[in-house]
């Protein structure tokens, strides 16, 4: 069984960055896919990137190509998502996900058995 809970949401203004981080209780990531997902009010979840631990191969939504950055740290067990020139469309609370994937980036929730609370991003115009 693995817990994850995210931290690091905020009110931020346009043009500004965010730090996420999404820390596993339970067992180490090592074999598993990690991703952010975000839900808008009357939106679906959406996929926003993926990392997977063991090659650290990253993958990114169109929407976040450019701006938004995953990493890993393997000593704290955390994954991390970096939000920089933050858009009022990136409004959502923000889902930490996983599951066991040692050679792919699953996009679609239904692959992930493993979710977090969700934190919420709010930017201001």
């Known amino acids: 069984q693995v817990q994850l809970v995210e931290s690091g949401g905020g009110l931020v203004q346009a043009g500004g960055s965010l730090r996420l981080s999404c820390a596993a209780s339970?067992?180490?990531?090592?074999?598993?896919?990690v991703a952010w997902f975000r839900q808008a009010p009357g939106q679906e979840r959406e996929f926003t990137a993926g990392?997977?631990?063991?090659?650290?191969?990253?993958y990114y939504a169109d929407s976040v190509k450019g701006r938004f950055t995953i990493s890993r740290d393997n000593a704290k067990n955390t994954v991390n998502l970096q939000l920089n020139s933050l858009k009022p469309e990136d409004t959502a609370v923000y889902y930490c996900?996983?599951?066991?994937?040692?050679?792919?980036?699953?996009?679609?929730?239904?692959?992930?058995?493993?979710w977090g609370q969700g934190t919420q991003v709010t930017v201001s115009s």
């Open positions: 996900a996983a599951d066991w994937a040692p050679n792919i980036i699953w996009t679609m929730t239904r692959n992930y058995d493993y």
């Open positions: 339970g067992r180490a990531f090592s074999g598993y896919v």
């Open positions: 990392i997977n631990w063991s090659s650290g191969r990253t």
